[in-house]
């Protein structure tokens, strides 16, 4: 079984829809939970950043975490084509700076 | 733009060579990380290096190295390449170790094998 699950897509909405995207893991040592954003041939950038279960909102991004069922969502709301790009759900354990990634889902909005 | 470098941008080599990828972190940043981005196997850590000091390895293989300079730069070196090696190496920095902590991402380095 694989650490990390994340389905690659595409996934395709028009602009101003509510997007969901998500990763489940089977780690329960993870404590650390990231959501990166990465353009084509560009570096990831990191977009979220949390600690516990619960919800964090920064914009129009909302993450998500529910520890007891090892997933963790990202919402996007109001998309725009500028949100077009793969995001990737990223993991690490407390005192383990290595992070494990899942394979990225492929976002596509169009006007 | 993350505050990360790295150079070069694109290498293109042949089987068997040697190159060496450079990584300057963020200002203030005492750990670098390196990372290979391939379309089958996804983003994979490869090494991590805090203040001049190797810290934690991954999926490393023998024939790669990397070391961490006085002045935090790093460099990655991948010698008798296979073709199997043409991927996409990032370089990422973070703060300290032992912590939570989030890592930033560099621009990459393309590097294909012929």
């Known amino acids: 079984q694989k650490e990390v699950e994340q389905d690659p897509g595409p996934l395709s909405v028009p602009e101003g829809a509510i997007v969901s995207l998500n990763c489940t893991y089977s780690?329960?040592?993870?404590?650390?939970f990231m959501w990166y954003r990465q353009y084509s041939r560009k570096g990831p950038e990191l977009l979220m950043y949390t600690y516990s279960s619960g919800n964090k909102e920064d914009g129009r991004f909302t993450a998500q975490v529910d520890k007891s069922s090892k997933y963790i969502s990202l919402f996007i709301r109001d998309s725009q084509p500028s949100d077009s790009a793969t995001y990737l759900c990223?993991?690490?354990?407390?005192?383990?700076?290595?992070?494990?990634f899942g394979t990225g889902t492929r976002l596509l909005v169009s006007p | 733009d993350s505050g990360v470098t790295q150079t070069p941008k694109h290498l293109i080599t042949a089987t068997g060579q040697r190159v060496t990828l450079r990584c300057s972190p963020r200002?203030?940043?005492?750990?670098v990380y390196w990372y290979q981005q391939s379309l089958d196997q996804g983003l994979q850590f490869l090494i991590q290096y805090y203040n001049g000091e190797e810290r934690a390895k991954g999926n490393i293989l023998e024939r790669f190295s990397a070391q961490q300079f006085p002045d935090l730069h790093s460099e990655l070196n991948l010698s008798s390449l296979e073709l199997g090696d043409s991927a996409l190496y990032f370089c990422?920095?973070?703060?300290?170790?032992?912590?939570?902590?989030?890592?930033?991402f560099g621009p990459g380095t393309r590097l294909l094998v012929l």
């Open positions: 200002s203030g940043d005492l750990s």
């Open positions: 780690n329960s040592a993870f404590q650390y």
């Open positions: 990223a993991f690490h354990k407390t005192g383990f700076q290595k992070l494990v």
């Open positions: 990422a920095s973070g703060p300290r170790t032992g912590s939570q902590e989030t890592q930033y």
